[in-house]
């Protein structure tokens, strides 16, 4: 049976999808713009990539230029050796260029950008595949939202509509007189949801975000910067690597 056409949705705009050539051609271009417009370079790392808190970032730095894209588009902007840097000394960046680094071009001072960093490092709750920074266990007894993590009488005890998903979680719970309770034996003082050092799978994470705990830290290293005037790169931090983050 042929297809009715009464139904049809007609779209009456179109959009052109971006080339990969057209979005190194910009990223390349405007890299080499802020050169000339900006004061100072920054080459930073990201530690535990959120995009939350990357968009915090652009907003502080609204008055400057922030780049997260290929590294190899950004090492070819700036140059790789002195015969095809944007500007001079600008190739001694790009060693810097490799994992999840990105551009920050601004004519903020470098202590004013540097203070900034030091003091921006929320916390958020830890993915799985990454290593738990401490330990934690859910004491015996009656549970509580927070699981000990403040005192009994600032915290209270957790929902029985969330039992069922601990108990799912593996977690040894059950309903007394309407309320989670935690019953093990008497040499457990608690149940284990992880230790630190260990790599963290989805339940654990799970489990340790359910609790309100987070162990993960975003944070942003300056690498080095260069100053425009001078043509002088500064060397803030030596170590170098991580896996590369596309725009």
């Known amino acids: 049976m042929p297809r ?12 052109t999808k971006k080339s990969h050539k057209e979005q190194t051609r910009r990223l390349y271009a405007n890299i080499r713009e802020c050169v000339e417009e900006y004061d100072h370079l920054f080459v ?3 530690d535990n990539m959120r995009n939350t808190y990357l968009k915090d970032v652009r907003t ?11 590294t190899k588009v950004m090492a070819v902007a700036l140059g790789n050796n002195p015969e095809t840097e944007a500007a001079d000394n600008l190739h001694k960046l790009t060693p810097y260029l490799s994992g999840a680094v990105g551009l920050l ?15 921006f490092r929320p916390q958020d709750f830890a993915r799985a595949g990454t290593e738990a920074t401490r330990s934690f ?8 939202s927070r699981a000990g993590e403040i005192p ?3 915290d209270e005890p957790i929902s029985h509509t969330i039992e069922p998903a601990l108990r799912k979680l593996g977690v040894p719970t059950r309903l007394v007189k309407g309320k989670v309770s935690l019953e093990l034996t008497e040499d457990q003082e608690g149940y284990q949801v992880c230790r630190e050092g260990e790599t963290l799978d989805s339940r654990q994470t799970t489990l340790l975000k359910m609790f309100g705990v987070t162990s993960s830290e975003f944070k942003v290293d300056l690498k080095a910067y260069w100053t425009r005037s001078t043509g002088e790169v500064k060397i803030l931090e ?10």
């Open 137 to 144: 266990s859910i004491p015996n007894g009656l549970v509580y």
């Open 4 to 15: 009715s056409k009464r139904a049809r949705v007609v779209h009456e705009s179109k959009t």
């Open 44 to 46: 930073f790392a990201v």
């Open 152 to 154: 009994t009488e600032d």
């Open 238 to 247: 030596e170590n170098q690597g991580g896996m590369e983050v596309d725009a």
């Open 105 to 119: 071009f601004t004519s903020r001072t470098p202590e004013s950008v540097t203070s900034f960093f030091d003091n």
């Open 60 to 70: 502080e730095f609204a008055d400057s230029r922030l780049f997260f894209g290929k």
